[in-house]
């Protein structure tokens, strides 16, 4: 008994990718996905962090300001005479902590702190001639004020703000994910209290006031997102990584089957369970027998009958194929060759791409036709598409070989397949086959009628034998003879049977048609 060999069985690591690729691509997804959305939910966090945080700086400023367009008209007029007044806006104002006034834009001469007072501004510290982020003088050297300035020809107010009470709404807003600080010009003040003259990060959100100038920065500190990712999503993480784990085991139980039917397969064809079912291919004018497409089963032990869906493509993917299909050349031979076939028999074999490019074709045509000794039988062989043929000299060459043989080449399922008008220009091609979804629509489907219409006359143009499948009701078969389809096949005319059983009723038949 013939030992078949299968080298794809063998290695077992092509398997081993798509697996790791199974357990690693919903984990990867699931931390993409979780990186993503919680970049996105903390930068929602800090941009509404800043957002709270900017009102409250816009409220302490717009007190100060309130509190300078009083006060200012009073600049000019002795300190004695106005200072309680100035005291008063302390009292009353929320967030002031001292109010000055000053002449001549930057000589401060009244403090509600000091009574008369004289100190000179320096006013290139303050940003649009406003606002100064200053350090606290005195006795609190780590405190910083917010100061406020406003003047109108040369006489105004400064409002002073206590750095602490920008402290106080920078440490309640701020969290851990997410550092608020508040900066005017080149300094930044920080939720500690303390003076930045620069930024050491770049913020990931900046808010500018539309009211004064001065912006809050919000920042994701280093690591942040990570830590997130880690505390709020790793719920999903760990389902992403259970799904891949059932990916594995699913992938490994789908790889154990492929293996196994392999292998049943290398053991169906030592075994010879692989049988050859022959359906007739009748004349359209009379229905007489002029053929027969040579189809497989398999007979399997246990299983019973498989048909060729459930094991072609496989064996297909496998390189299988070939093998099965010189066994079925051999075996249809072997039981041919005994028996007395009508003149021009048409005999058609179904033969895959694989099979049809490599040379080996040659010689399984020349065996088959060797066992078939004097028969006048005509081989076709239906190329299937379920791959694609490539236009290479080559494969030009195989044809040219098998046409010198006198056997034909016919395109299987034509219509359906991506490639059957790339067939018609790149090789010699003799026969095409009408696939069974535009027949069983005859009648039915106008729009399919006419698809079929322009197949029929594409057919007739380039000089093709058309064969017409699918045939299962006397109103298909009328239509498809009167457009002149010379050759059908289909339930109407016979199922495919066993080759024993084909041969019976074909001797039949004959008997019948010569008496």
Same mark, same amino acid.
């Given at each position: 008994?013939?030992?078949?060999?299968?080298?794809?069985?063998?290695?077992?690591?092509?398997?081993q990718?798509?697996?790791?690729?199974?357990?690693?691509?919903?984990?990867?997804?699931?931390?993409?996905?979780?990186?993503?959305?919680?970049?996105r939910?903390?930068?929602a966090?800090?941009?509404?962090?800043?957002?709270?945080?900017?009102?409250?700086?816009?409220?302490?400023?717009?007190?100060?300001?309130?509190?300078?367009l009083?006060?200012?008209?009073?600049?000019?007029?002795?300190?004695?005479?106005?200072?309680?007044?100035?005291?008063?806006?302390?009292?009353?104002?929320?967030?002031?902590?001292?109010?000055?006034?000053?002449?001549?834009?930057?000589?401060?001469?009244?403090?509600?702190?000091?009574?008369?007072?004289?100190?000179?501004?320096?006013?290139?510290?303050?940003?649009?001639?406003?606002l100064?982020?200053?350090? +606290?003088?005195?006795?609190? @050297?780590?405190?910083?004020? #917010? /100061?406020?300035?406003?003047?109108?020809?040369?006489? %105004? =107010?400064? *409002?002073?703000?206590d750095?602490?009470?920008?402290?106080?709404?920078?440490?309640?807003?701020?969290?851990?994910?997410?550092?608020?600080?508040?900066?005017?010009?080149?300094v930044?003040?920080?939720?500690?209290?303390?003076?930045?003259?620069?930024?050491?990060?770049?913020?990931?959100?900046?808010?500018?006031?539309?009211?004064?100038?001065?912006?809050?920065?919000?920042?994701?500190?280093?690591?942040?997102?990570?830590?997130?990712?880690?505390t709020?999503?790793?719920?999903?993480?760990?389902?992403?990584?259970?799904?891949?784990?059932?990916?594995?085991?699913?992938?490994?139980?789908?790889?154990?089957?492929?293996?196994?039917?392999q292998?049943?397969?290398?053991?169906?064809?030592? +075994?010879?369970?692989?049988? @050859?079912?022959?359906?007739? #291919? /009748?004349?359209?004018?009379?229905?007489r027998?002029? %053929? =027969?497409? *040579?189809?497989?089963?398999?007979?399997?032990?246990?299983?019973?009958?498989?048909?060729p869906?459930n094991?072609?493509?496989?064996?297909?993917?496998?390189?299988?194929?070939?093998?099965?299909?010189?066994?079925?050349?051999?075996?249809?031979?072997?039981?041919?060759?005994?028996?007395?076939?009508?003149?021009?028999?048409?005999?058609?074999?179904?033969?895959s791409?694989?099979h049809?490019?490599?040379?080996?074709?040659?010689?399984?045509?020349?065996?088959?036709?060797?066992?078939?000794?004097?028969?006048?039988?005509?081989?076709?062989?239906?190329?299937?598409?379920?791959?694609?043929?490539?236009?290479?000299?080559?494969?030009?060459?195989?044809?040219?070989?098998?046409?010198?043989?006198?056997?034909?080449?016919?395109?299987?399922?034509?219509?359906?397949?991506?490639?059957?008008?790339?067939?018609?220009?790149?090789?010699?091609?003799?026969?095409?086959?009408i696939?069974?979804?535009?027949?069983?629509?005859?009648?039915?489907?106008?729009?399919?009628?006419?698809?079929?219409?322009?197949?029929?006359e594409l057919?007739?143009?380039?000089?093709?034998?058309?064969?017409?499948?699918?045939?299962?009701?006397?109103?298909?078969?009328?239509?498809?003879?009167?457009?002149?389809?010379?050759?059908?096949?289909?339930?109407?005319?016979?199922?495919?049977?066993?080759?024993?059983?084909?041969?019976?009723?074909?001797?039949?038949?004959?008997?019948?048609?010569?008496?």
């Open positions: 008994m013939r030992r078949w060999r299968l080298n794809l069985l063998a290695p077992r690591k092509w398997y990718w798509p697996m790791l690729a199974a357990a690693g691509l919903p984990l990867l997804i699931g931390l993409a996905v979780s990186f993503w959305h919680a970049h939910v903390l930068h966090d800090a941009a509404s962090q800043a957002q709270r945080t900017l009102g409250h700086i816009d409220r302490m400023l717009g007190n100060a300001r309130d509190t300078a009083r006060v200012g008209p009073r600049a000019g007029m002795a300190c004695e005479d106005v200072v309680l007044e100035l005291r008063e806006q302390v009292n009353s104002v929320l967030f002031v902590r001292s109010v000055d006034l000053l002449t001549n834009d930057n000589e401060v001469y009244c403090s509600s702190l000091y009574g008369n007072y004289h100190g000179h501004l320096d006013l290139t510290a303050y940003v649009d001639g406003h100064r982020i200053a350090p +606290h003088s005195g006795t609190q @050297p780590d405190a910083t004020l #917010l /100061v406020y300035r406003n003047a109108i020809d040369g006489r %105004g =107010a400064i *409002v002073t703000i750095g602490r009470h920008v402290r106080d709404v920078l440490s309640l807003l701020d969290r851990e994910d997410v550092l608020l600080s508040i900066q005017v010009g080149d930044t003040l920080g939720p500690n209290g303390i003076i930045d003259m620069a930024v050491a990060h770049t913020p990931d959100t900046v808010l500018r006031s539309e009211q004064f100038p001065v912006s809050v920065l919000a920042t994701i500190p280093a690591g942040t997102l990570p830590k997130r990712v880690v709020d999503y790793s719920g999903v993480i760990g389902v992403c990584a259970m799904f891949g784990l059932v990916l594995v085991i699913s992938i490994q139980r789908a790889s154990k089957h492929v293996r196994v039917r292998r049943e397969m290398v053991r169906a064809m030592e +075994h010879g369970e692989f049988v @050859p079912y022959l359906q007739p #291919l /009748v004349n359209a004018a009379d229905a027998w002029v %053929g =027969a497409e *040579v189809l497989v089963r398999w007979h399997h032990p246990t299983e019973g009958i498989i048909p869906n094991f072609i493509p496989l064996a297909e993917s496998s390189a299988l194929i070939t093998p099965i299909t010189r066994a079925l050349f051999r075996a249809v031979a072997e039981k041919l060759a005994l028996v007395n076939l009508p003149k021009g028999f048409r005999l058609s074999f179904n033969v791409p694989q049809l490019t490599d040379a080996s074709i040659i010689s399984d045509c020349d065996a088959l036709l060797a066992m078939l000794g004097e028969k006048r039988v005509q081989i076709v062989l239906e190329l299937t598409e379920r791959e694609l043929l490539a236009a290479q000299s080559e494969t030009r060459r195989i044809l040219e070989a098998l046409h010198s043989r006198g056997i034909k080449i016919a395109i299987d399922d034509f219509g359906t397949g991506h490639s059957s008008l790339g067939y018609l220009r790149d090789f010699d091609m003799d026969a095409v086959k696939d069974q979804s535009f027949v069983e629509k005859i009648g039915a489907d106008p729009l399919a009628e006419r698809v079929l219409e322009s197949i029929l057919a007739a143009k380039l000089e093709l034998i058309t064969i017409a499948e699918g045939v299962e009701t006397t109103e298909q078969r009328n239509y498809l003879s009167d457009r002149g389809v010379p050759l059908l096949q289909g339930f109407l005319f016979g199922r495919p049977s066993p080759i024993d059983a084909f041969i019976v009723e074909l001797q039949s038949r004959s008997a019948a048609a010569s008496t």
